[in-house]
Nanobody
Framework: QVQLVESGGGSVQAGGSLRLSCAAS????????MAWFRQAPGKEREFVGG????????NYADSVKGRFIISNDNAKNTVLLQMDSLKPEDTAVYYC????????????????WGQGTQVTVSS
């Protein structure tokens, strides 16, 4: 069974930073492409960014490009989402997802999901 466990959410003022982590088993980490999505109250879940199995390729939503960075911590089987210059509109529950197609921005392409972690950015 594939388990993804997010951590690192919290509350921060606009302009601040947070780093989210998504822990997985070694098998999951090397078998799937990974991505981060987010969902704000009353809105649909949206793609934030993704990273390939090898970690050599990343892609981002335009809304976070230049502010967020996704990376792999291979030693810990963890996918990281470094979020800088946070804005109130970044407030959402952030989800880690695993899928077969690297770089896909469609949630339908991801088969495993974490439980989510809340990020709140105040102005």
């Amino acid at each position: 069974q594939v388990q993804l466990v997010e951590s690192g959410g919290g509350s921060v003022q606009a302009g601040g930073s947070l780093r989210l982590s998504c822990a997985a088993s070694r098998r999951t980490f090397i078998s799937y492409a990974m991505a981060w999505f987010r969902q704000a109250p009353g809105k649909e879940r949206e793609f934030v960014g993704g990273i390939s199995r090898s970690g050599g390729s990343t892609n981002y939503a335009d809304s976070v490009k230049g502010r967020f960075i996704i990376s792999n911590d291979n030693a810990k089987n963890t996918v990281l989402l470094q979020m800088d210059s946070l804005k109130p509109e970044d407030t959402a529950v952030y989800y880690c997802a695993a899928g077969y197609f690297s770089g896909s921005s469609s949630s339908a392409q991801y088969v495993y999901w974490g439980q989510g972690t809340q990020v709140t950015v105040s102005s």
